[in-house]
């Protein structure tokens, strides 16, 4: 009898531990995912700063571009606020808009050789690369977190704790497709 009551208690005590530790390592998890959204968020942040020096710069220059212009500082200002998934949605039309805006930099030779906007480019070029880098840092995060949390014995565990599924960010439809390019 009492070794069936320590060998119970050893069993009670080991599903305990590992419980804990499925816990413990689920919440690094979470933890690590959050981590990973704050870095998008200062590099989303870095670019919402640069963008009004590179307006001003250009406003000079392109003084008949105004529509291009005042869609990059509105894409801009919705950056700001929002869910996660909306402040994403934003970002990935700020992208176009700030392609938009470079293509028509193209047409005006003074403001390609301007040493502010040169800077100013390669700056946005580089924020641009340190956000494409924290997103995929972000989706292996989410990748290996949903993992732990899906697979046995885990999973078990998981749903009595509150572990959700975290969906990872993903490229909207329209910009799936390769750009064309056309030599006229």
């Not at 946005?124 to 949903?146: D, G, H, M, S, W």
Request: proline share 4%; glycine share 4%.
């Amino acid at each position: 009898m009492l070794t069936a009551l320590l060998v119970l208690l050893a069993i009670v005590l080991f599903v305990g531990l590992y419980a804990a530790g499925v816990y413990n390592g689920l919440v690094r998890y979470r933890n690590w995912i959050q981590e990973s959204w704050a870095q998008i968020d200062v590099q989303l942040k870095r670019r919402h700063d640069l963008i009004p020096n590179l307006v001003e710069t250009v406003k000079g220059y392109m003084k008949y571009e105004q529509e291009t212009l005042e869609k990059v500082i509105a894409m801009r200002n919705r950056l700001v606020a929002g869910s996660p998934e909306e402040r994403m949605e934003a970002d990935n039309q700020l992208t176009g808009a700030l392609r938009q805006l470079f293509a028509l930099a193209e047409n005006y030779p003074d403001l390609k050789a301007n040493e502010n906007f040169l800077r100013l480019q390669e700056e946005l070029t580089t924020t641009e690369n340190k956000i494409a880098y924290a997103r995929q840092l972000y989706n292996k995060t989410v990748a290996e977190y949903n993992i732990r949390r899906e697979t046995f014995p885990a999973n078990l565990f998981a749903g009595m704790f509150g572990f959700a599924r975290v969906e990872p960010l993903s490229i909207p439809e329209g910009e799936r497709e390769a750009p064309q390019v056309r030599f006229d």
